[in-house]
């Protein structure tokens, strides 16, 4: 980034141009793949000159990381462990469940996912940022979650992270896997996940 470039990063129509190429390139990675997009055609959606994208990024490869982070951003925003200050353990668990599996079967968080696994194969540094800024953020998270419960006396949890890793794996179950695959996604069957997987929880670790 140029000299000039940065004396102007923080202004708003800085952000806004920035935000305009961010958007235009996350349309064309995910509806087309890294090798499909073109820096010129993304710069034309964005209203920009490639000079432009070429000075805020360095390369298209700096561009799909920054897209990544910004993907990753968004999620965060719309994975949030439900606030159920009341109700029994089995209700609030119950709740985390559903809200982790509602966000996963999403048609966009599919096809996002299936994008970076493919583009980690060529550039391993993709998939260790997209890790990093989503989903070990969303486990220490829930893991803080846990380790709260068990201060209040209501579990007794002796790894709060593994714990974490346990209840999602349960809840996802094959169906993360399905839909990656292009399987349609079975709502009924996600619901009897999320009940064994509460099930499962509540008797490993809570307290009697």
């Known amino acids: 980034m140029s000299s000039l470039e940065s004396k102007r990063t923080g202004r708003p129509a800085d952000e806004a141009k920035r935000e305009a190429i961010l958007s235009a ?3 064309s990675f995910f509806a087309h793949g890294f090798a499909a997009s073109s820096i010129e055609q993304i710069a034309a959606d ?4 490639k000079v432009t994208v070429y000075n805020r990024f360095g ?15 968004k999620m965060r925003g719309n994975l949030k462990v439900p606030d159920i ?12 469940g559903e809200a982790m599996v ?11 996912e299936r994008r970076i696994a493919a583009e980690t194969e060529h550039e391993p540094a993709v998939g260790a940022a997209f890790l990093a800024a989503g989903p070990n953020r969303m486990k220490q998270a829930f893991a803080q979650l846990i380790a709260a419960m068990h201060e209040a006396g209501e579990i007794e949890v002796k790894d709060p992270e593994l714990a974490a890793e346990q209840f999602a794996s349960m809840c996802k179950g094959m169906g993360d896997l399905d839909r990656r695959f292009g399987a349609d996604d079975d709502p009924k069957r996600n619901r009897e996940r999320i009940e064994g997987a509460v099930e499962v929880f509540i008797r490993a670790y809570a307290r009697p």
């Open 59 to 73: 390369d298209k490869r700096g561009l799909f990381t920054a897209t990544v982070e910004r993907e990753c951003e």
């Open 46 to 49: 964005a209203g920009v000159s």
């Open 25 to 27: 390139a996350s349309d």
């Open 85 to 96: 200050p009341e109700g029994t353990l089995r209700e609030r668990m119950t709740a985390i």
């Open 102 to 112: 509602a966000f996963l079967s999403r048609p966009k968080m599919v096809q996002f």
